[in-house]
């Protein structure tokens, strides 16, 4: 197609040129992309089309909505963070390199001001109903991502692609990320499945909602939840619920396990304990409705793996 010009004088000359001419970007990737997103709703309900002038000063609420934003490329969009440092404390910069605007749950608007954002990314259950007011009252548009599956985690990729200019990054790492998902779907779905629950925390007895993230996680693993259904998010379980269930297994941060082992033991009768399936998990990925979850899920099943396939597993493992 050497020397196609887009003009010529008849009229059928220029149906067949504007066909070449049409040819020719798509073929340079010129033409729009099929799947590039424009309209969405948030996690709460609010209509958002991608702007033609982007938010390019960002304040991300939630060291996971911090991680998805600089896989996509927007580093340099975020101005401001909260602290993510694992003790709480006065800190100016987050370990991810951005200046901090507050602590979980608690922000200065002081300082939200004085970094001037054009956009707020916030977990929704991670800022309250009155300082998201509060934000809204200084004119910034707030984007509120709270995935309710596991699903839903790579789309909210696709919303901070749109508004950020870096929509073919996110959307091939999207894709990228559903196709794990799906594999790991794929490759543990055959075997027994378990009777299980996480442990969040041991004194309250904390657990996980059964609709919760790491609850379909374990599900992907072949760990059915005993958690009773309910709204509750971290319910408090009791013992004798957890032994009239019959857990077969029980999953716990690995730096609760040993505590996890000991308080168990004296349960002799829970196949669980029976079974030395007490097992400790990656707690920190885990607990992040993010990539680091969706990424620690094919460790998640193999550790849970050998419990599948055997009736008991010596306690070094």
């Known amino acids: ?65 911090v991680e998805m934003a600089e896989a ?60 998201q007011r509060r934000l809204q009252r200084l004119g910034i548009p707030l984007l509120a991502i709270a995935p309710k599956t596991l699903d839903d985690i790579p ?15 996110a959307q091939r790492l999207a894709d990228s990320e559903l196709s794990n998902l799906t594999k790991a779907r794929q490759d543990f779905a055959d075997g027994p499945r378990l009777r299980g629950f996480y442990q ?15 609850s379909q996680a374990m599900a992907v693993c072949g ?30 941060g690995v730096d609760e396990l040993s505590r996890a082992r000991a308080f168990w033991q004296r349960f002799s009768t829970l196949p669980a304990v029976q079974r030395n399936a007490i097992v400790g998990v990656d707690d920190f990925a885990l607990t992040r409705p993010g990539l680091s979850l969706l990424r620690a899920i094919p460790s998640l099943c193999q550790a849970v793996s050998p419990w599948r396939i055997r009736q008991s597993v010596p306690e070094s493992q």
């Open 200 to 214: 969040v925390w041991q004194q309250p007895l904390y657990s996980l909602s059964r609709q919760n993230l790491v």
């Open 223 to 252: 760990v059915d939840s005993i958690v009773p259904s309910g709204n509750i998010e971290a319910p408090i379980m009791n013992v004798e619920a957890i032994l009239a269930a019959r857990t077969e297994i029980i999953l716990v």
């Open 155 to 169: 789309e909210r990729l696709r919303w901070l692609g749109a508004l950020s200019g870096f929509g073919k990054n």
């Open 72 to 131: 996509i490329g927007a580093k340099q969009h975020i101005v401001g963070v909260q602290d993510d440092h694992p003790i709480p404390g006065r800190y100016d910069v987050s370990l991810s390199g951005h200046a901090v605007v507050g602590q979980s749950g608690s922000i200065s608007e002081e300082r939200v001001r004085a970094l001037r954002p054009d956009l707020v990314v916030f977990w929704a259950a991670g800022l309250s109903p009155v300082q």
């Open 1 to 65: 197609m050497d020397g196609v010009s887009c003009r010529q004088d008849t009229l059928a000359g220029h149906v067949i040129r504007l066909a070449q001419c049409l040819f020719l970007g798509i073929a340079l990737g010129l033409a729009p992309a099929a799947n590039a997103l424009s309209h969405w709703q948030d996690d709460q309900g609010q209509s958002w089309t991608a702007p033609k002038k982007l938010p390019t000063r960002w304040i991300v609420l939630g060291p996971h909505l």
